[in-house]
């Protein structure tokens, strides 16, 4: 398109009924339209069309903005919405005593309510990923399968596997770096560890795996030192995992939560 | 806090209006508007340094719609509420408006991508750099897709006029 005496094409077209041409080229696909009136019919309805949908959706530019959509609003809720999360969290120790307990939990969840039954669900989610964290968090040889030297690779390999799109939280800022991840059976699905590291070589994992249901709040699950705060978000299950106090293991599990999004794109051809 | 808000703002009128043109019904679209700024907000600090923010609020939305979509046809057929009539700007021109209505009743029969692609980049101005990267694809296959799009609309047009030409002898 620099050279503004090339031949007219598709590209110059769209451009020129998008108003993206340089005065010049316009010149151009202007002279080149008087002489084929068949395309000059066609980008008149284009443009014709264009005008028509603006001004057919203008009106909805005028109205003012409704209270439930402005950022303030929607920021105070979220403040609401967090504090009610952590103070969930607090009360949810009862759940662990239960988590524990094993043999008569395959019995409960055939007869327990929907949410009950997620609850366990989530509870089993929560105890696997701790017994993954045990296993592999002390290793030296191979804590991971692919190191975060191959992110991106790690990435998109978890996310095929598990059908769902990951991302590996990013947990610097608190001082933890990512290792890697791995790859691990949940049942007859799959599931995903990372595992982060800080400087002082404390290391916690995060375990994701598909749960049915809806959202669910933080639940905290603590067994032998370890603690674990385990949510679903969008259909996949969340646990983080790591030798350190509730309050430490609440705010990372905020940022996890935050930016583990599942926010599928929906896969090409579909929609 | 305010920071935020001078980011974000400018840009709700035309989220609703997108959010309009697909659903069609103003509570509708401002439920989506309503959970697409949500998400945005949750997320907004983690957002890449080099995102363009008006991409990034349509691709939130466009996605957040096309899940909605999906499970909706999971779910089975549905039917729309169309309060369009309300909404739409008073013309007094009647043949342009004729031809007007039909534009916004041809686009809502394409398929979603096309619509999306038609309303981001003809009615609300997002340049082909913006468009790829709400659809996630490269700018040549934004110009591609945008020059199918525009063809349906005008094969559905031109056969709609026809048939109202045909209808006024």
Same mark, same amino acid.
């Given at each position: ?13 769209? !451009? ?31 443009? !014709? ?20 959509? =402005? ?10 919405? =967090? ?18 307990? +094993? +043999? ?26 701790? !017994? ?57 699905? !799959? ?11 404390? /290391?916690?994992?995060?375990?994701? =795996? ?8 933080? /639940? ?52 | ?16 209006? &997108? ?45 957040? &719609? ?104």
């Amino acid at each position: 398109m620099t050279d503004d005496n090339a031949p007219v094409g598709e590209d110059d077209l769209l !451009a020129f009924v998008d108003g993206y041409l340089t005065e010049a080229r316009r010149l151009v696909v202007i002279r080149y339209l008087e002489a084929n009136p068949a395309v000059k019919a066609r980008i008149n309805t284009d443009l !014709a069309v264009r005008d028509w949908l603006r001004q057919r959706l203008a009106p909805i530019d005028d109205a003012t903005i409704p209270d439930r959509l =402005r950022v303030e609003t929607i920021l105070a809720r979220r403040q609401e919405t =967090r504090r009610r999360r952590i103070t969930a969290a607090a009360a949810s120790v009862a759940l662990l005593l239960a988590g524990g307990a +094993g +043999g008569w939990m395959a019995n409960d969840l055939l007869r327990a309510h929907p949410t009950q039954r997620q609850q366990l669900a989530l509870a089993a989610a929560a105890s696997d990923a701790i !017994a993954a964290h045990r296993i592999f968090v002390v290793e030296t040889a191979h804590p991971v399968e692919v190191g975060a030297a191959q992110q991106q690779h790690l990435v998109q390999w978890l996310s095929r596997r598990l059908k769902h799109k990951l991302v590996a939280p990013d947990l610097s800022r608190q001082g933890y770096l990512l290792m890697g991840g791995r790859l691990l059976p949940a049942g007859s699905v !799959a599931a995903a560890q990372f595992m982060y590291e800080n400087g002082t070589g404390t /290391r916690l994992t995060v375990y994701v =795996r598909a749960v049915e249901g809806g959202d669910t709040q933080f /639940r905290f699950l603590a067994a032998d030192g370890l603690g674990a705060f385990s949510w679903v978000d969008e259909g996949l299950g969340f646990a983080i995992v790591g030798a350190l106090d509730r309050e430490q293991l609440l705010s990372l599990a905020d940022s996890v939560y935050q930016q583990l999004d599942p926010q599928r794109r929906p896969p090409p051809g579909e929609s | 806090m305010t920071d935020l808000a001078a980011e974000i703002e400018p840009h709700i009128p035309a989220l609703r209006r &997108y959010a309009w043109a697909l659903v069609r019904n103003q509570d509708a679209a401002d439920d989506l508007v309503q959970d697409c700024l949500e998400r945005a907000i949750s997320r907004w600090h983690l957002r890449r340094p080099d995102a363009d923010p008006r991409a990034l609020l349509f691709t939130i939305l466009r996605n957040q &719609y096309v899940n909605t979509l999906r499970q909706k046809a999971r779910r089975g057929p549905h039917v729309d509420i169309q309060d369009a009539e309300a909404h739409i700007a008073s013309d007094p021109d009647g043949e342009r408006s004729l031809l007007g209505r039909d534009a916004l009743q041809a686009l809502s029969t394409l398929p979603e991508e096309q619509r999306s692609l038609l309303l981001l980049i003809a009615v609300e101005g997002l340049s082909y750099q913006q468009a790829a990267e709400v659809f996630g694809v490269p700018i040549g296959t934004i110009m591609s897709r945008l020059s199918r799009a525009r063809a349906s609309l005008r094969a559905l047009i031109e056969g709609g006029t026809r048939v109202t030409l045909r209808r006024v002898k």
